[in-house]
């Protein structure tokens, strides 16, 4: 009997399908010369493309992951890193077949750690919670042997586990809790997660699900989730924190059952600090502002839309605003104005109703109010901001409700800086419509202290509502933001033992991400975690509508770092940092630039762990498209980028930042700095003195209560970082907007070289590489990599992976407009078509030395590559779209 290779075998039946289904879909090739380029769901053959050696196997095999003395990762002795990606649903639970060829695939791509996230909405097999129980905390059997094989092959492939504990799960009566729990939210059950921070009834419940998962026993691995080593960490509540609902209006909307709870914890936490209504009425006085004389002229619209401007971004937006000969019963004045909406822009802002011509002082109160109504229910935002560059917003924005009736809206702001030239602006809803403004002041002050009837005596002081907030002095704001701080860590703190103490776990506590929660209320918890998506999708309409949507087609190399300052600035000096949610989601055709920006700017701060978001959202792997907005497993571009990110992050190819800068943030400056924060965006670096243009150039950190700064440390206002072009103190980095709408960023280190951007054209000289690209469907937009997998630039022998991304799309993709920035529904067909972007790249090495091969999309070789030679010797390989391919390897002997 002959004895067969099977990796041979294997690889032969990948490549022969690859090139099998390119020739099928070759006939819906559109005209701008895109190629069908799908990478198979299940391949992990070896070649250049393949990271899986550089995971030591298995998960877990040093011991568990710990933090060092450095504030970074450990396994036993060497530090790690963790470059990851997250599933959801039923993505979390493949069969055992599918296990097995997931999480090779995994490895292939340089994953060693996977998020088991949302699998605790849904029952099996789209979650794990029991198919047979109406609570939530049961789990189901087969979800469960499942998720245990999965677990097991994801640590035989090297690949850890961190596991999400309290996601979007339904709590509901069924889980011993009032029927109160199940109020209509307005989210995917957050605001029953909420009631948790305050609540002993929902804080047990969400201990129930966590014991009934980290105490099972795994029978593949033999361990409890609680004690597995390869389950590095735990994550206790995502995205979610009591301050955070409280700025996003959650706990104003809570069934009056919680309300009440919540405000008798309050009225409990003033008595003891004030022991009487004599000394609290005291204490909030001092920062009073009575009311004064009104600012705006023409307010009740007498001479129609005088002293007004209304401003429509054009083509972008239609709308006009029209004066109206009707108003309110209730007014005296019937007069009104209609904003007429036609076409509504992809910004708020680019269509708005603003009056200005009034000076703002920081610190300073406002009182607005307005009569509104709409033809549709719909929401409209008011706001003070300033009239010229950087176009600043001063104070919190109100969103105000509106329905067919007049309703009178009444709202006190306070702003955050001074200015003398200051506007009022109401944007209408991004939606097409008419609403009616009339009756409009604005006056400056309108902030009491205690109620006249309000006391330990007589009426309980309600709980807050944020949208009332600014109407109470500064010291009563500063005392509800203590009393939420102190509830919210008593939550945290006691979550975070019950699951060290209790259940004896050994990974690592994650809470929630610093921007739902505090850098110093996170700061207490094993590592921070942060999560940022580059051009989120936007629903004007209902949360979430599969057919109202836009994705803002937009290139983060035009912006200044995009989202990646902001993560920078929530990290914590001595904590470990993690990123575990990320993404770029389609059908952005610049996605290519993701992961690479993401994974170089990683490495230079010097994180522990970042993640993708998403991996999958189902067990349907074999899709041979683009998904939906996140899922990147079906994605070429985003697939192919991985393996250069993973060597740019995970391999260190990019060095950490030499210098540090660091802030420091307390408690009670923390405390204080929330009551002008947002719900998404609460408090960081950036909110004590650190730019954004910081984290392009120097590693950056928060020092929180109780933690040191480095003797070697830099000062926010010792750092200057402006202008148009940020080189990272290291050289390796450099992000160029000198070119307006034309940006690039490039990588030049040792072992990794890169040209994201609009480098089209240009010649960029990294060292010892040339890299010139060439024209794109994106006007010379792409992303250009070379990564030495073995060996270096400066030395044969030496192993290369070549990768040249821009333009993906699915077949037949239903674009909505001009600028791609939707599909609706019409997500289009398979196979997903690419871009083939030409380019040209010159080595050290003389032409004999070098030989280069196409890469199929299982990344094995195609027919070898013509090498010639520059002017200067150096051997040149010309990329492009003739090869149909988006990756390249390149041998130097």
């Not at 998720?147 to 996601?167: K, M, T």
């Not at 080593?229 to 995205?239: G, L, M, S, Y």
């Not at 030395?849 to 200067?872: E, F, H, I, K």
């Amino acid at each position: 009997m002959h004895r067969f290779d099977t990796k041979r075998v294997r690889a032969f039946a990948c490549v022969w399908a690859c090139l099998m289904a390119g020739a099928r879909a070759r006939a819906a090739e559109p005209a701008d010369a895109l190629f069908p380029f799908v990478l198979p769901w299940d391949d992990a053959s070896p070649g250049a493309a393949n990271l899986s050696d550089w995971l030591p196997k298995p998960a877990g095999k040093f011991g568990h992951v710990r933090s060092g003395p450095d504030g970074h990762l450990y396994a036993g002795d060497e530090r790690i890193r963790f470059f990851g990606v997250d599933l959801s649903f039923g993505a979390n639970l493949p069969t055992h077949a599918d296990a097995e060829k997931v999480a090779a695939r995994l490895a292939k791509f340089g994953v060693n750690i996977v998020r088991f996230h949302i699998m605790d909405m849904r029952r099996y097999p789209d979650g794990l919670l029991a198919r047979s129980a109406a609570n939530t905390s049961d789990l189901d059997p087969e979800g469960l042997d499942r998720l245990d094989y999965f677990v097991a092959q994801l640590a035989r492939s090297g690949i850890y586990a961190n596991v999400c504990l309290l996601n979007y799960r339904p709590l509901c009566a069924a889980d011993g809790l009032p029927q109160e729990i199940e109020q209509p939210d307005d989210g995917p059950f957050q605001r029953r997660h909420v009631v948790g921070f305050f609540d002993g009834r929902v804080l047990d419940a969400q201990k129930t699900y966590a014991r009934n998962l980290l105490t099972h026993r795994n029978a593949y691995t033999d361990h409890a989730y609680a004690d597995d080593p390869a389950v590095a960490f735990v994550e206790i509540n995502n995205e979610n924190g009591l301050i955070h609902a409280w700025l996003d209006g959650q706990v104003d909307r809570l069934a009056e059952l919680f309300q009440t709870e919540l405000a008798t914890q309050w009225n409990q936490w003033l008595r003891r600090r004030y022991g009487s209504t004599a000394n609290l009425r005291q204490a909030w006085a001092a920062s009073e502002q009575p009311l004064g004389g009104e600012l705006l002229t023409n307010g009740d619209f007498v001479r129609q839309t005088e002293g007004w401007t209304f401003e429509c971004r054009r083509p972008d937006a239609e709308a006009a605003a029209v004066a109206a000969d009707t108003g309110p019963d209730a007014f005296p004045v019937a007069k009104s104005v209609e904003l007429r909406v036609a076409k509504p822009g992809s910004q708020s802002w680019f269509v708005r109703f603003e009056q200005a011509g009034f000076a703002v002082r920081e610190g300073g109160a406002f009182t607005v109010s307005f009569w509104a109504r709409a033809d549709q229910p719909c929401t409209l935002h008011v706001g003070i901001e300033q009239t010229h560059e950087p176009w600043h917003v001063l104070s919190s924005r109100k969103d105000a409700p509106l329905t067919a009736q007049w309703k009178w809206f009444c709202y006190s702001v306070s702003v955050g800086e001074s200015d003398a030239r200051a506007r009022l602006v109401f944007d209408p809803p991004m939606q097409a419509g008419s609403c009616w403004l009339a009756g409009v002041s604005l006056r400056p002050g309108g902030v009491v202290g205690l109620g006249a009837n309000e006391g330990f005596e007589g009426d309980p002081v309600p709980a807050f509502a944020a949208a009332r907030f600014q109407e109470r002095s500064a010291d009563a704001q500063r005392d509800w933001m203590r009393f939420l701080w102190e509830t919210e860590n008593d939550y945290w703190q006691t979550m975070y033992r019950f699951l060290k103490d209790e259940l004896s776990v050994r990974a690592l506590i994650i809470g929630t991400v610093v921007g739902c929660s505090t850098p110093n209320l996170m700061a207490k918890m094993d590592c921070l975690d942060a999560h940022a998506y580059w051009q989120h999708p936007v629903f004007p309409g209902r949360p979430w509508d599969p057919a109202n949507w836009f994705v803002r087609n937009e290139t983060m190399v035009n912006d200044c770092g995009g989202v990646l300052p902001g993560l920078a600035l929530r990290r914590v000096q001595g904590k470990p940092f993690c990123v575990t949610e990320y993404g770029n989601p389609a059908p952005n055709t610049y996605v290519a630039e993701g992961h690479l920006l993401r994974a170089a700017y990683a490495a230079l701060q010097d994180w522990d762990y970042i993640s993708a978001s998403r991996y999958s959202h189902s067990s349907q792997w074999d899709l041979r498209r683009i998904d939906d907005f996140f899922d990147i497993h079906q994605h070429p571009t985003k697939m192919v980028t991985l393996i250069p990110a993973a060597a740019l992050f995970l391999r260190g190819d990019v060095q950490a930042a030499r210098e540090l800068v660091v802030a420091e943030l307390d408690r009670a400056h923390e405390t204080d700095l929330l009551r002008g924060a947002h719900a998404w965006d609460l408090v960081h670096a950036g909110s004590v003195g650190v730019s954004r243009e910081t984290a392009l150039v120097h590693r950056v950190a928060l020092a929180t209560e109780g933690g040191s700064v480095p003797a070697d440390a830099l000062w926010p206002e010792e750092v200057q970082a402006a202008g148009d072009c940020f080189a990272s103190d290291t050289g390796q980095l450099l992000w160029d907007l000198r070119t307006p709408k034309r940006g690039t960023v490039t990588v030049n280190a040792a072992r990794s070289k890169a040209v994201i951007g609009f480098g089209g054209g240009k010649r960029f000289e990294l060292g010892e590489v040339v890299i010139e690209p060439g024209p794109t469907c994106q006007d010379g937009w792409s992303a250009v990599t070379v990564t030495a997998m073995t060996g270096d630039f400066g030395a044969p022998p030496c192993r290369m992976l070549v990768t040249a991304t821009g333009k993906a799309e699915n077949t037949q993709m239903g674009w909505k407009n001009a600028e791609k920035s939707s599909v609706g529904k019409d997500w289009g067909e398979a196979p997903t078509l690419v871009e083939g972007v030409p380019a040209k790249i010159a080595l050290p090495f003389s032409t004999g030395a070098v030989r280069a091969w196409p890469l199929n999309p299982c990344g094995q070789r195609g027919a070898p590559m013509t090498v010639s030679a520059s002017a200067d010797g150096k051997a040149v390989i010309a990329l492009g779209p003739q090869y149909r391919t988006l990756w390249y390897e390149v041998e130097v002997r």
